[in-house]
């Protein structure tokens, strides 16, 4: 199973940058494994502040060798998070094409974002997958806004920093039998 970019501009051609991976045709270029930064980039003050939503999508394609079944998909949160993933699966055209949106803080038209923290909340993501074929998927992250610091008192600043999340690692998990 490999996850690759979209946004490509022609389909299968290389596009590594996860900040042009919004839809439209999927690229030839994989999603690299447990690498900073490989979904989403850092958490800016203004998105900080104003808790702003980015969205992307990813393409999932079967490379076992053999039809698959039951493809589904779960994340394990941190203890403390900073932000709340959703998910949202859709069916490629042609095999190669995805909605597209003009940027990150757009929404796609097309499905439904769903948590899926936990293996209790795993998403099927497709019943049935051939050798061959892939599938779209929407991640949405949502930054959760800390609590404003003119609600701090000076004095408590250096410990109100010391508590903020710097690192967050989500663990992606994708099931299939």
Do not use: H
């Amino acid at each position: 199973m490999e996850f690759r970019y979209t946004g490509a501009d022609t389909a299968n051609a290389i596009q590594n940058s996860i900040q042009q991976s919004l839809g439209g045709l999927v690229a030839s270029s994989l999603v690299p494994n447990d690498v900073l930064n490989n979904l989403f980039s850092d958490i800016s003050k203004l998105g900080e502040e104003k808790g702003s939503s980015e969205t992307i999508g990813l393409s999932l394609f079967n490379t076992t060798g053999a039809t698959v079944t039951a493809v589904e998909l779960f994340y394990d949160y941190p203890a403390t998070v900073r932000s709340i993933i959703e998910i949202n699966s859709v069916t490629l055209l042609n095999n190669n094409k995805m909605e597209k949106i003009p940027n990150n803080q757009a929404r796609p038209l097309t499905g439904t974002f769903v948590e899926a923290d936990g293996v209790g909340n795993k998403v099927l993501l497709s019943a049935s997958l051939d050798d061959g074929d892939g599938l779209g998927i929407w991640f949405r992250r949502t930054i959760d806004t800390p609590d404003p610091l003119d609600a701090i008192e000076c004095k408590d600043w250096e410990a109100y920093f010391d508590t903020l999340v710097k690192v967050e690692d989500i663990a992606l998990t994708l099931l299939w039998t």
